[in-house]
């Protein structure tokens, strides 16, 4: 079965550090990764997608992710937070038909 | 163009009682797709709706069911309701050509 799992639960950084959030994916067929980004009452927003292709993707708001298919894991990064990037981070896994399998979320807090 | 929204914003119910959710999707996307986050977790896939017909189901059981209409805007009807069916319950659109979703803002719905 299709399993979407987010290694960091929350991640505290400073401001202006860089930032990993960690995704691993459990699939047997082809998969498609996105990571979304979610603030406080609000719906989802995409920040990056992998369909095919290079295997380092480039998103919004300067993220950008790694598909490492020997390994299983998509992984988020950004070289040099801010702290508007305080937000609910989702990993999420999809075998075609748009029928996604979240993560549980990683909670980024950027500190001052 | 206008993004997908949803109504109401908030709700509160009593167990026992039928709600009906409303998502308008965006325009020219013809899938919609339901999604049930409770607090602290990732969405779980309900359903998705292509062109009026049910295309997929998440592991809920009968008593959430939904429609989509010739505007491919969408409800999300659940009986019987239970405390654990309290959630943000998040729509989504898409067009069927980029495995991008386009998510509303969700409904937040209480159940007490």
């Known amino acids: 079965a299709q399993s979407v799992t987010q290694l960091d639960s929350q991640v505290p950084v400073f401001e202006e550090a860089p930032v990993e959030l960690r995704c691993n994916y459990s699939s047997s067929v082809s998969v498609y990764l996105f990571w979304y980004v979610q603030y406080p009452n609000q719906g989802l927003q995409l920040l990056l997608k992998?369909?095919?292709?290079?295997?380092l993707v480039k998103g919004i708001n300067g993220f950008e992710a790694e598909f490492n298919k020997s390994q299983t894991s998509f992984h988020l990064r950004k070289p040099s937070v801010h702290i508007s990037d305080t937000a609910e981070y989702f990993c999420a896994a999809d075998t075609g038909g748009f029928k996604t399998i979240f993560g549980a979320g990683t909670r980024l807090f950027v500190k001052a | 163009e206008t993004g997908v929204t949803q109504s109401p914003t908030h709700l509160i119910k009593t167990r026992g009682q039928q709600v009906t959710l409303r998502c308008s999707s965006q325009s020219g996307h013809n899938t919609v797709s339901w999604y049930q986050q409770a607090l602290g977790q990732g969405p779980q896939f309900i359903f998705q709706?292509?062109?009026?017909?049910?295309?997929g189901r998440g592991n809920f059981p009968p008593r959430f069911s939904g429609l989509q209409f010739p505007n491919y805007s969408s409800e999300l009807n659940v009986n019987a309701l239970e405390l654990d069916d309290s959630a943000l319950y998040l729509c989504?659109?898409?067009?069927?050509?980029?495995?991008?979703?386009?998510f509303g803002p969700g409904t937040r719905l209480t159940v007490t």
């Open positions: 709706y292509y062109r009026e017909e049910e295309n």
């Open positions: 989504a659109s898409s067009s069927g050509t980029d495995y991008e979703q386009y």
């Open positions: 992998y369909l095919s292709g290079s295997t």
